[in-house]
Nanobody, 111 residues
Framework: VQVVESGGGLVQPGGSLRLSCAASGVTFSTLGLGWYHQAPGKERELLATLNRSGGDTYVSDSVRERFTVSRDNAKNTSVLQIKNLKPEDTGMYYC?????WGQGTQVTVSS
């Protein structure tokens, strides 16, 4: 099983990012998935989850207005779209597919 996040980088406040999660070695469409954020020096926190079909999603209240999550079972991928980035969004972003975690992608929000 391999889960790989991508799309992170350095972004100015107010900018947008599209983070991707690609999974292989799993029957992607049978697994729920989640996106998580870990700010420097803090614990990992749940941002969003999607059920197997993507028809049922949860997005944390703290980011709901700025974060959108989706999945494409035909491509074994998920996307976390973030708009109006804030400095507190800085940190590692992780994707979990079933019980398998990726290594994360770093997002830095700074002017």
């Amino acid at each position: 099983v391999q889960v790989v996040e991508s799309g992170g980088g350095l972004v100015q406040p107010g900018g947008s990012l599209r983070l991707s999660c690609a999974a292989s070695g799993v029957t992607f469409s049978t697994l729920g998935l989640g996106w998580y954020h870990q700010a420097p020096g803090k614990e990992r926190e749940l941002l969003a989850t999607l059920n197997r079909s993507g028809g049922d999603t949860y997005v944390s209240d703290s980011v709901r207005e700025r974060f959108t999550v989706s999945r494409d079972n035909a491509k074994n991928t998920s996307v976390l779209q973030i708009k109006n980035l804030k400095p507190e969004d800085t940190g590692m972003y992780y994707c979990r597919v079933g019980l398998s975690w990726g290594q994360g992608t770093q997002v830095t929000v700074s002017s």
